[in-house]
């Protein structure tokens, strides 16, 4: 079955940078976007980018364009998220999150990763 | 970016009541409307898609309508494991946006 695994999280100061990781397993990872998906304590859900299945398109919110790059190696069945200038206001779970249609982004998100914490502290 | 709306924020339910969750777009998505399921510590669950498609593996007792604008999360006969926080999400428009959660709470 789909398994997403995240690793990367921890404490990190403002303004410095981390890298987030998604390993994928149990699909034929090439075929699918992918997205992420972060929750601040006790806050809701918000998405925060995806990236096409080819790696050839990308598309982030606004809270974070210009400061997060999402990336994939289809070779290796990984997803990255690339968090640059980090802000208090990012400290959250971050999921990495699988849709349930190939190809297109425009599916629902059938698969989740169980999440890793980023803490953004000095 | 097209905002979601969700009524109530919370609810307190006794078991066995009916529950229903309303979630309002800022502009028509059509029926590019799906709904979450997270309960405390865990990642969230796809309940339904596509304003009223059901998942497979999902009890009966969840079921959806709407289009449009206007969206409707039903739980018929509300059972303890039901307790989690429900999310509406579009994917019609980029950036992809979710409602801001409606906590169910058992009595």
């Known amino acids: 079955q789909v398994q997403l695994v995240e690793s990367g999280g921890g404490v990190v100061q403002p303004g410095r940078s981390l890298r987030l990781s998604c390993a994928a397993s149990?699909?034929?990872?090439?075929?699918?976007?992918m997205h992420w998906v972060r929750q601040a304590p006790g806050k809701g859900l918000e998405w925060v980018a995806v990236?096409?299945?080819?790696?050839?398109?990308?598309y982030y919110a606004d809270s974070v364009k210009g400061r997060f790059t999402i990336s994939r190696d289809n070779s290796k069945n990984t997803v990255y998220l690339q968090m640059s200038s980090l802000r208090a206001e990012d400290t959250a779970v971050y999921y990495c999150?699988?849709?349930?249609?190939?190809?297109?982004?425009?599916?629902?998100?059938?698969?989740w990763g169980q999440g890793t914490l980023v803490t953004v502290s000095s | 970016e097209i905002v979601l709306t969700q009524s109530p924020d919370f609810q307190s339910v006794t078991p066995k009541e009916k529950v229903t969750i309303t979630c309002r777009a800022s502009q028509s998505i059509g029926s590019s409307l799906h709904w979450y399921q997270q309960k405390p510590g865990q990642s969230p669950k796809l309940l339904i898609k596509y304003a009223s498609q059901s998942i497979s593996g999902v009890p009966s007792r969840f079921s959806g309508s709407g289009s449009g604008t206007d969206f409707t999360l039903t739980i018929n006969s509300l059972e303890t494991e039901d307790a989690a926080t429900y999310y509406c999400?579009?994917?019609?428009?980029?950036?992809?946006?979710f409602g801001q959660g409606t906590k169910v709470e058992i009595k």
């Open positions: 999400h579009q994917c019609s428009s980029l950036p992809w946006t």
């Open positions: 999150a699988s849709p349930e249609g190939k190809f297109g982004v425009a599916h629902p998100i059938d698969s």
């Open positions: 149990g699909f034929t990872f090439s075929d699918y976007g």
């Open positions: 990236i096409w299945y080819d790696g050839r398109h990308e």
